[in-house]
């Protein structure tokens, strides 16, 4: 079979010195997953995964003798990162389940193409390609990925109860890759098997949840989860997907230039700061997550404010002081959901919501020209005072629209003014 020219970046050097490290003594390695669906399906190729026929300790010892950094990421499974000219290669021997209870499954390694592929979760996923590009499809996944069509292999029942996130899995491929609705089988095991997923680890439904929500067809699937009754089991106060589908839509029409996983979900979560504190606990989430969530609700209510009985609102302003007090970042992102709440109604913050999506890269987060010691300087002696002419001189400077410079904010100190 010629090789594809979506398969060029099979030739890189570096890829290659990797099968230069794995072809040896009779081994084979062959690329496998990710990188090969998405190449089928015009999609970028982030992560290229590679799968063996020689063990994770022979894999160390080659590495070893030609000074590629080899990193043990998985002995356990059979997983070791390789490390060369700055790009990493997850390398996982082939394997075979002995004993499957989720992610602690007994695993022996092997030699079987075929078994390895049959232990995969989707048939999408167990495409390989050899060191020159050659497509190899031991179970006849090409024609589901091109046809986008996201398939167990397999039983579907016995797929998830190997591992219960599969059933976000299902749901995740289906919203990034999939075409039409999610398959039928698939989706009447995700159902039958939901209950699994209260097994599961906070952290491991997060990041699928997470990925899942910012997909290009993620309304599509959080609706039909919406309707087997799944989301109920993950998100605690309700999900709001016609909102994640008008979100989605900001992101078609150029209006975002992306959907971001912590904004999707501050969305789908709509219920205010005690519904997203009560998911954030739910699913464990970081503190920078938590934070950008309650940030672009915390954004949503300034706006308002500032908007409120002003029809001519001067936009740049509004912007300039939403970004002092939240940050660039959190206002772009409650002008986001501004868009998203807003009713047909309401056509003048829709326009200025959108006029403030596009106006607000022209923006940068004012500084304050003043500290402490500027103020002791000019004779103020330290102690509570100082604190409170500073706070007064910070709201004369934010009603000068932030134009007011450190000699103007210093003469009205002298006046009396802050005190």
């Given at each position: 079979?010629?090789?594809?020219?979506?398969?060029?970046?099979?030739?890189?050097?570096?890829?290659q010195?990797?099968?230069?490290?794995?072809?040896?003594?009779?081994?084979?390695?062959?690329?496998?997953?990710?990188?090969?669906?998405?190449?089928?399906?015009?999609?970028?190729?982030?992560?290229?995964?590679?799968?063996?026929?020689?063990?994770?300790?022979?894999?160390?010892?080659?590495?070893?003798?030609?000074?590629v950094?080899?990193?043990?990421t998985?002995?356990?499974h059979?997983?070791?990162?390789?490390?060369?000219?700055?790009?990493?290669?997850?390398?996982?021997?082939?394997?075979?389940?002995?004993?499957?209870?989720?992610?602690?499954?007994?695993?022996?390694?092997?030699?079987?193409?075929?078994?390895?592929?049959?232990?995969?979760?989707?048939?999408?996923?167990?495409?390989?390609?050899?060191?020159?590009?050659?497509?190899?499809?031991p179970?006849?996944?090409?024609?589901?990925?091109?046809?986008?069509?996201?398939?167990?292999?397999?039983?579907?029942?016995?797929?998830?109860?190997?591992?219960?996130?599969?059933?976000?899995?299902?749901?995740?491929?289906?919203?990034?890759?999939?075409?039409?609705?999610?398959?039928?089988?698939?989706?009447?095991?995700?159902?039958?098997?939901?209950?699994?997923?209260?097994?599961?680890?906070?952290?491991?439904?997060?990041?699928?949840?997470l990925?899942?929500?910012?997909?290009?067809?993620?309304?599509?699937?959080?609706?039909v989860?919406?309707?087997?009754?799944?989301?109920?089991?993950?998100?605690?106060?309700?999900?709001?997907?016609?909102?994640?589908?008008?979100?989605?839509?900001?992101?078609?029409?150029?209006?975002?230039a992306?959907?971001?996983?912590?904004?999707a979900?501050?969305?789908?979560?709509?219920?205010?700061?005690?519904?997203?504190?009560?998911?954030?606990?739910?699913?464990?989430?970081?503190?920078?997550?938590?934070?950008?969530?309650?940030?672009?609700?915390?954004?949503?209510?300034?706006?308002?404010?500032?908007?409120?009985?002003?029809?001519?609102?001067?936009?740049?302003?509004?912007?300039?002081?939403?970004?002092?007090?939240?940050?660039?970042?959190?206002?772009?992102?409650?002008?986001?959901?501004?868009?998203?709440?807003?009713?047909?109604?309401?056509?003048?913050?829709?326009e200025?919501?959108?006029?403030?999506?596009?106006?607000?890269?022209?923006?940068?987060?004012?500084?304050?020209?003043?500290?402490?010691?500027?103020?002791?300087?000019?004779?103020?002696?330290?102690?509570?005072?100082?604190?409170?002419?500073?706070?007064?001189l910070?709201?004369?400077?934010?009603?000068?629209?932030?134009?007011?410079?450190?000699?103007?904010?210093?003469?009205?100190?002298?006046?009396?003014?802050?005190?």
């Amino acid at each position: 079979m010629t090789r594809s020219s979506a398969f060029d970046w099979i030739l890189a050097p570096d890829l290659q010195a990797v099968f230069d490290l794995l072809l040896q003594d009779g081994d084979e390695a062959r690329v496998v997953g990710g990188a090969v669906r998405n190449s089928l399906l015009g999609e970028k190729v982030d992560d290229i995964d590679i799968a063996t026929t020689a063990e994770p300790s022979v894999v160390m010892e080659r590495a070893k003798r030609v000074g590629v950094r080899a990193i043990g990421t998985g002995l356990e499974h059979g997983t070791v990162t390789l490390v060369g000219d700055g790009r990493a290669f997850e390398v996982t021997t082939l394997r075979a389940d002995v004993e499957t209870f989720g992610r602690k499954a007994v695993v022996r390694f092997g030699r079987d193409w075929e078994e390895d592929a049959r232990r995969r979760d989707f048939t999408l996923n167990a495409l390989y390609l050899d060191r020159t590009g050659k497509l190899i499809d031991p179970l006849g996944g090409l024609e589901d990925c091109l046809a986008r069509r996201v398939i167990f292999i397999g039983d579907p029942d016995l797929r998830i109860r190997e591992d219960y996130l599969r059933i976000l899995r299902f749901y995740r491929f289906h919203a990034t890759y999939g075409a039409g609705t999610p398959d039928p089988e698939g989706r009447a095991a995700c159902l039958r098997e939901k209950e699994g997923l209260k097994h599961l680890s906070a952290e491991r439904i997060a990041k699928e949840l997470l990925k899942l929500v910012a997909a290009k067809g993620a309304a599509d699937s959080l609706a039909v989860m919406q309707e087997d009754g799944l989301l109920e089991l993950l998100l605690p106060g309700g999900a709001n997907v016609q909102a994640v589908a008008r979100l989605q839509g900001l992101a078609a029409e150029g209006t975002l230039a992306r959907v971001a996983p912590a904004v999707a979900l501050a969305v789908l979560v709509d219920g205010g700061e005690a519904q997203l504190a009560a998911v954030a606990d739910r699913l464990k989430l970081s503190n920078a997550l938590r934070e950008r969530m309650v940030g672009a609700h915390r954004a949503v209510a300034l706006w308002d404010d500032l908007r409120r009985d002003r029809p001519e609102v001067d936009l740049l302003r509004v912007l300039r002081r939403m970004a002092f007090d939240l940050g660039l970042e959190a206002t772009g992102d409650g002008l986001a959901l501004v868009l998203v709440r807003a009713g047909e109604a309401d056509a003048q913050a829709i326009e200025d919501a959108r006029r403030g999506l596009g106006a607000l890269t022209g923006v940068s987060v004012p500084v304050f020209p003043l500290a402490g010691r500027d103020l002791m300087a000019a004779g103020l002696p330290a102690g509570p005072a100082l604190g409170v002419a500073l706070k007064r001189l910070q709201a004369v400077w934010i009603d000068s629209d932030f134009q007011a410079d450190r000699a103007a904010l210093l003469a009205v100190l002298g006046t009396g003014t802050p005190e």
